[in-house]
């Protein structure tokens, strides 16, 4: 979108309180059940100071807190949440037979599209920060996709993750418990997720959910659902697939606002498995550690700025409005603004109160304080939407090049994948061998509606680049790439 679009908002104009009250009601609740292990901790350690004598003399004190230990440990077991974990994940890498550069897909263009159609798209594709080795399902030439091709670039995609996933985790099909499928623009009956069940011939008792037209962050939401149903069972595996049918959503016609996602989105799915089984902690990536998801879609500006309609000729397609960036950045606002206090430092809360207060309270005529966070994330997996987009959001996080890599070569080298996007991020660090024990990652995405919804992960283990396997590892070594500029 968003190559001609205005920039971001400022993240230093405006700051609400209710949000930043929001994040820290969020650290309160979750905090509250730690409070009791001082407790009980200070409570053993005085009985252990005691003798026997002592004790049959107080054996109705001793009885007592006998009985509030046991109350508080029970009450601190069946309170906490569930520790869930990312045993791995896989990002499809689609046959060399659907790779596109940008000039033969404007060759083919020429035979659907007018000339001044076929210009639009060729200015935005040389500004868009693609390169030439995307993906795009091309079986049929020039781009006359039907209901059949469709399945079939789903059952190519889905089915290809799912492979991958199942033989680095070397989990049976068969344990997983749960399925999430996330695909915003088709939503075939039976769904998806039945697709799945049907294709590996799963048990009567899985449970399945398929989320659609929940845009480009529908994989984050998946991670909330999943992360909210395994808090209620225990020991199970839980499979979540993204993938985003790109030849349901290709365009032809001469609308410039529905044309721009021909230029942009491209092939690519995942297939990520979370487990809440303590024994399977050793062996897994990452931790989950906070969901922080924003809904803007009250403000009819920004429900309507990534719409799915039919224009004047009746082709169905997704218009992204000249809002859409705009919109965008009160969403990441608001969401940060919630975030901070979750995961930032005390140093950069108090920093970010203070101004606050001053502007506020006082009536101070100065900007917020915006907190850095880079010290609080190592790791910044941002959707590669569009390379506007990301010059904006490492504008106003004032982010380094390095930490903006994963997400400027993912759109290179894949495009926008939409909600997969973030974990072929995620997989560019692994390939690169940076994540190490310890390590926070920030995944934020972004998506129709409008939402915009962050994930929080913490690395258990350093990622050995020479032992993974993802679509970066053969050519990870010509990576990063040099960008000119679009105006270049």
């Known amino acids: 979108m968003a190559e001609n679009a205005p920039n971001l908002p400022n993240f230093l104009l405006s700051v609400r309180l209710k949000y930043v009250k929001l994040g820290y009601h969020y650290l309160i609740s979750n905090a509250i059940y730690l409070l009791i292990v001082p407790i009980l901790v200070a409570m053993l350690l005085h009985l252990s100071t005691l003798t026997i004598e002592d004790l049959m003399n107080h054996f109705a004190m001793l009885k007592s807190c006998s009985t509030l230990v046991v109350f508080l440990a029970t009450v601190y077991f069946m309170s906490r949440p569930r520790n869930v974990y990312l045993v791995d994940f896989s990002c499809y890498k689609p046959h060399d037979r659907f790779m596109m550069s940008k000039q033969y897909m404007i060759e083919n263009m020429s035979k659907i599209f007018d000339e001044e159609s076929i210009m639009f798209q060729k200015k935005i594709l040389e500004r868009s920060g693609l390169g030439d080795k995307t993906y795009i399902p091309i079986d049929t030439i020039p781009f006359k996709y039907t209901f059949s091709s469709y399945l079939n670039e789903a059952e190519e995609e889905i089915f290809g993750a799912i492979d991958d996933l199942l033989a680095k985790t070397r989990v049976k099909i068969g344990d997983i418990g749960i399925i999430i499928v996330n695909s915003s623009l088709f939503n075939p009956s039976p769904s998806l997720s039945s697709m799945i069940v049907n294709h590996y011939k799963l048990g009567v008792n899985v449970i399945t959910y398929n989320l659609g037209g929940m845009g480009c962050s529908a994989g984050l939401i998946s991670v909330d659902l999943a992360n909210r149903l395994l808090q209620g069972q225990a020991n199970t595996y839980a499979l979540i697939v993204s993938a985003e049918i790109v030849s349901s959503a290709f365009y032809i016609g001469k609308q410039r606002s529905r044309l721009l996602p021909n230029c942009l989105f491209r ?26 998801r924003t809904h803007k879609g009250a403000d009819e500006r920004a429900y309507r700025c ?25 969403a990441l606002k608001t969401n940060i603004t919630t975030l901070g206090p979750l995961v930032l430092p005390m140093s950069e809360q108090l920093l970010f109160l203070a101004s606050l207060i001053a502007k506020k309270v006082f009536k101070r005529k100065m900007k917020p304080y915006i907190p850095d966070f880079k010290m609080a994330f190592e790791h910044f997996c941002i959707h590669a939407g569009g390379r506007a987009v990301l010059d904006e959001l490492q504008k106003n996080l004032d982010l380094p090049e390095f930490l903006m890599e994963p997400s400027r070569m993912t759109l290179y080298r ?9 974990w072929y991020n995620l997989a560019y660090s ?59």
């Open 267 to 292: 092939m690519g799915s995942s297939a990520i498995l979370l487990s809440n089984r303590s024994s399977d902690r050793l062996r897994s990536k990452y931790q989950l550690m906070h969901v922080v």
């Open 306 to 330: 990534a719409y799915v309609d039919e224009d004047e000729n009746g082709k169905r397609s997704v218009s992204l409005s000249k809002d859409l960036m705009a919109v965008a950045g009160e």
């Open 414 to 422: 894949f495009g926008n994948t939409s909600s997969s996007s973030i």
């Open 430 to 488: 692994e390939a690169k061998g940076t994540i190490k024990k310890g390590d926070r990652v920030w995944q934020i995405g972004f998506g129709s509606g409008f939402k915009c919804n962050s994930v929080v992960w913490r690395a258990l283990r350093t990622v050995d680049a020479a032992k993974e396997k993802n679509p970066w590892t053969d050519e990870i070594q010509d990576f990063p790439v040099h960008r000119s500029h679009p105006d270049a």
